[in-house]
């Protein structure tokens, strides 16, 4: 059988397209980070930053989301995103952990 180049050009657009919707429906199921997760517990993560134990945690400064962390794998604009210390979990935007950085 003999493909032909209009052919395959259409089976590789549909391949394609198919990986990047499974990447965005991947990123979108993720499970939200529960603060009560045993790692988050020992990172000191808060969903809401202004909510950090600043007195355990004298790193944290005002300002500091995982939005603008260097480790957040999302958009500043959404309201979760991954994050490369809590694997497939979705961190919140608005949220802190002692492992910020933004370098």
């Known amino acids: 059988m003999t493909t032909s180049r209009r052919h395959f ?3 590789s657009v549909s391949a394609g397209s198919s990986l990047v919707l499974a990447r ?3 990123a979108d199921s993720g499970a939200k980070l529960s603060e009560g997760d045993p790692q988050a517990l020992a990172l ?3 969903e809401d930053a202004s909510k950090v134990d600043t007195a355990k945690f004298s790193q944290y400064a005002a300002g500091q989301t995982c939005g603008t962390c260097s480790l957040f794998q999302g958009k500043a604009t959404d309201a979760y995103g ?3 210390l809590f694997g497939d979990k979705q961190v ?3 949220g802190w952990c002692s ?3 933004n370098m």
Do not use: N, P, W
């Open 9 to 11: 050009l259409l089976l």
């Open 99 to 101: 492992s910020y950085t």
């Open 82 to 84: 991954g994050c490369t």
């Open 44 to 46: 000191g993560y808060k």
């Open 24 to 26: 965005v429906a991947f």
């Open 92 to 94: 919140a935007t608005r």
